[in-house]
């Protein structure tokens, strides 16, 4: 199995995580329905963006068999394709959504954010937070604050990409990333937290 499979079976893995373990939350299966298919985005876009190997077909059957008779071809490439052009601009925090909000509130004690919007390896984590950060308002929008969830599933799933960049690229090239200070910084604050959950 390719990395970008083994992608979007942890990013499905993180996205039932974060749910429940992180805002504890109960899921429609409509809603699981949505996170599949921005996961098998977000995969396809990582296999064509960094592994430059043609990852659709196994992506797709992946997508397939989790989404059964609700799969849709036509919706997963126009997911696919929404994300690839949001990652287009220059800054990502114009514009007016919950984590473009949150990017825009935390940016004066963390600059570093900013370094996410250098490069598509950034770039693509941004634009599949807000997907999830969007699916997760949309299911819950009374039970927790938008800030909180932009926070959470903005550092776990910085996070995770910043694992898969390593194992893809090599360490000395995910260094070199544009992006890389955003990562570091947020790899620091990761640590904080476990070592504070540990306590």
Not at 38 to 56: K, N, P, R, S
Not at 80 to 103: C, H, Q, V
Request: with cysteine.
């Amino acid at each position: 199995m390719n990395s970008a499979p083994m992608f979007y079976e942890d990013l499905r893995d993180w996205f039932l995580y974060t749910a429940r373990s992180w805002l504890h939350l109960d899921l429609a299966s409509a809603t699981m329905d949505e996170a599949n298919e921005i996961c098998g985005a977000a995969a396809f876009l990582f296999g064509h963006l960094f592994l430059a190997e043609d990852v659709g077909p196994s992506i797709t059957r992946l997508v397939k068999a989790d989404l059964g008779p609700h799969y849709s071809s036509e919706r997963l490439s126009g997911l696919a394709t929404k994300m690839r052009l949001a990652m287009t601009g220059d800054d990502f925090s114009l514009g007016t959504s919950p984590l473009r909000e949150y990017i825009k509130w935390v940016k004066p004690s963390a600059p570093t954010v900013e370094y996410a919007f250098t490069d598509n390896a950034g770039k693509l984590v941004l634009v599949t937070a807000e997907e999830f950060v969007n699916l997760f308002l949309r299911e819950n929008d009374a039970q927790h604050a938008p800030l909180h969830v932009s926070e959470i599933v903005f550092l776990t799933l910085t996070d995770l990409f910043a694992n898969y960049y390593i194992r893809s690229q090599g360490n000395d090239n995910f260094r070199a990333f544009r992006s890389y200070p955003y990562f570091e910084s947020i790899s620091e604050e990761m640590k904080r937290i476990r070592s504070e959950s540990i306590e």
